[in-house]
């Protein structure tokens, strides 16, 4: 089994940063792609970025430039936020592929950007 807590949200204002993270534990060796994702009050979760095991990355259209994915070498992987956006207003999650085990998921940091 594999468990993701999230911390890093909070409460900013508009064009400030926030760095969000991602603390793997239990069978990470299973892991093979880690992603955020995110979802705004009324809305559809999501998908912001995603990093795969050999370090590559991709972002969704509205955050590109803005977020950075990053992990270090053992169990965290991160989320720079920049020049946030009250439409960057949304609980984000962090979630592991596991393949064929399928997926986990974080209980959830709130991000809220005034305007």
């Known amino acids: 089994q594999v468990q993701l807590v999230e911390s890093g949200g909070g409460l900013v204002q508009a064009g400030e940063s926030l760095r969000l993270s991602c603390v793997a534990s239990?069978?990470?060796?299973?892991?093979?792609?880690m992603n955020w994702y995110r979802q705004a009050p009324g809305k559809q979760r999501e998908w912001v970025a995603v990093?795969?095991?050999?370090?590559?990355t991709n972002y969704a259209d509205s955050v590109k430039g803005r977020f950075t994915i990053s992990r270090d070498n053992k169990n965290v992987v991160y989320l720079q936020m920049n020049s946030l956006k009250p439409e960057d207003t949304a609980v984000y999650y962090c979630?592991?592929?596991?393949?064929?085990?399928?997926?986990?998921w974080g209980q959830g940091t709130q991000v809220t950007v005034s305007s």
């Open positions: 239990g069978s990470i060796f299973s892991i093979n792609f």
């Open positions: 990093i795969t095991r050999g370090g590559g």
């Open positions: 979630n592991a592929d596991l393949g064929h085990l399928g997926h986990r």
